[in-house]
């Protein structure tokens, strides 16, 4: 009796971390390759994915999704909302050595917003007016008006070495980063592996890991054979076929995770026919959604859309899908006859690579063809695809979306009217060129609120009014983040922000083999 209570005591304390084992390459089949490293110019789900890896933030989210310090020890707002002050953790080194300062952070975000590099957090950081080095340890960012979402839509901008930003430029930067997180990067051939080492001085803990290799298989099921072989540890937004057989293998582990990820068909709502909202509105009708989302995802995997705010985002509102328009192709044939479009008209629908979008793509091209209109559907890199949306020269596009918590970032960044980027073709999250005075307004004031239940019943109006009312874009379906992986990989978990942590305040991934 007292052995067996021992076995069992020893295998306790080993199920409790005693057991972790360093060494090894975690091989990670995704789904589209970054389009650059630099995250003062990048800011989409497949960079972030390994940006994040590289690099550290000021604040970061813990496993429940709340806003905990990372860089920055911690923080104090001003009385009227509009100042931050962050104190800044001490004896952090970038890869290559040199301290982390408070100057790497103004430069950061000075860059980040810096209209001559056209990156992506130049709307998000639109109300940022100046960043100040208080001290050493110190830096103060004063906002325009009081901003509730700003902690929330900073997570994800990571803090670059600015000596070598500055001396390589951001071209060359994002294909060599040098940042403080817990792995660095070596190589990085296109189409092929991207590899990352362990980063044995990182402050926040020492990675299990010796490298990381990212790889990015945009057929699910090539990714799911890879899986199943062991030519990938670890496969990311398997198809659900995939994942369904995969769940009864007793050497993979299928983690589903809800997220507030947002996948959309977004219309050019200032080009051709798409420019009258009754087109728009046939548009929807013509689509059984429901039944798409049904045949790519077969329950598993995703939930049907009706709007950004996913059923577990703090603004989802039931009104608004009860009031979505119901697929009726007889009624989109009457509202493309009304709008001057008896014939329908012909178009082209952009999708990613990967084997979901370019099937929902395919699937509404058939049910447009339905109500007269004729749709070519064009699957390309992600990389090239962004520039096409930007420009205004794509008409329609199938693109996902996923941004922190706040509800503001769900709003705010794709449907706040940005008529400098338009005019320039530059870089933009309102790639529809959704422009409503109205909307602008309530989305201004719901960020300098402090109140969320005040906040809450203004996005739900803005939400009824740009998916119901003018449909500025067809909602899709909110993916569920799903890992797959072999059985030796530990305590790995789904981000419900569609990343992958791997060293955190709460896991640090190792192999048991």
Known sequence: ??????????????????????????????????????PVTTNNIPSRLVIMNIHDSLVAYDEDLNIVPKLAEGWEVSEDGTVYTFRLREGVRFHNGDPFTTADVKYTF????????????????GGLEEVTVVDDHTVQMRLAAPDASFLDQIVYLAIVNGKVHAEVGADAYAISPVGTGPFRFVSWSRNEVLRL???DDYWLARPYLDAVEFRAIPERAVAALELESGGADVAMSLASPDLLRLQGSPDITVDLTPTLSYYYVAMNNQLGPLADARVRRAIAMAIPMDQ???????????????????????????????????????????????????????????????????????????ALSQVGIRAEVRAVEFGTLLPLTYTGEAPIWILGWTNGVDPNNYLYDMFHSDPAAWEIGGTTFNTARYDDPEIDAMLEEARRLTDMEQRLEIYRRAAYKIFVEDVAHVPGYHQTSTLAFRDYVRDLRADPNSGIDLVTTFNNVWLDR
């Open 1 to 38: 009796m007292r052995r067996a209570l021992v076995l069992l005591l020893l295998a306790l304390l080993g199920s409790v971390g005693l057991a972790q084992k360093e060494g090894g390459v975690l091989r990670v089949a995704t789904v589209s390759e970054p389009t650059s490293l630099d």
């Open 110 to 125: 000075d860059q980040a917003r810096n209209p001559a590099l056209q990156g992506q957090w130049l709307g998000i950081l």
């Open 197 to 199: 080492e362990r980063n």
């Open 292 to 366: 798409f989302v049904e045949t790519i995802f077969q329950g598993v995997g995703a939930v049907r859309a009706y709007s950004s705010f996913a059923p577990g985002s703090l603004a989802y509102d039931e009104a608004l899908v009860a009031d979505y328009p119901a697929f009726d192709p007889e009624g989109a044939r009457r509202l493309l006859a009304e709008a001057g479009f008896p014939n329908g008209f012909e178009t082209v629908i952009y999708t990613p690579t990967d084997s979901n979008r370019r099937q929902l793509g395919e699937l509404i091209q058939a």
